[in-house]
């Protein structure tokens, strides 16, 4: 089984900034492209960033020069900090990663962490 394991959220005042982390743990080859994703209440799941194994990312728009995403493949965590955070980043932020085991990849959530960004 795979876990992922996400922390680091919390309430924070605008301007402000956190920091996520999320720990892959189980029995898996290796861990392939990674991302954090967001849902606010009455929204769909979203895309905030993705990191491949190889350290290329991609932002939404909406985080890009506040955000950065990135991992550290050999204790498997990845991270995402967040500067400048506006109550709009309110959501509970998931951590998602492709994992490759018993010959294939899989893809898998964490629980989610929520963000509260006060105004």
């Known amino acids: 089984q795979v876990q992922l394991v996400e922390s680091g959220g919390g309430l924070v005042q605008a301007g402000g900034s956190l920091r996520l982390s999320c720990v892959a743990s189980?029995?898996?080859?290796?861990?392939?492209?990674m991302g954090w994703y967001r849902q606010a209440p009455g929204n769909q799941r979203e895309l905030v960033a993705r990191?491949?194994?190889?350290?290329?990312?991609n932002y939404a728009d909406s985080v890009k020069g506040r955000f950065t995403i990135s991992r550290d493949n050999t204790r498997k965590t990845m991270y995402l900090q967040m500067n400048s955070l506006k109550p709009e980043d309110t959501a509970v932020y998931y951590c998602?990663?492709?994992?490759?085991?018993?010959?294939?990849?899989?893809?898998?959530w964490g629980q989610g962490t929520q963000v509260t960004v006060s105004s």
């Open positions: 990191i491949t194994v190889g350290g290329s990312t």
């Open positions: 998602n990663a492709d994992v490759f085991r018993l010959g294939r990849s899989s893809n898998y």
């Open positions: 189980g029995t898996f080859l290796s861990l392939d492209t």
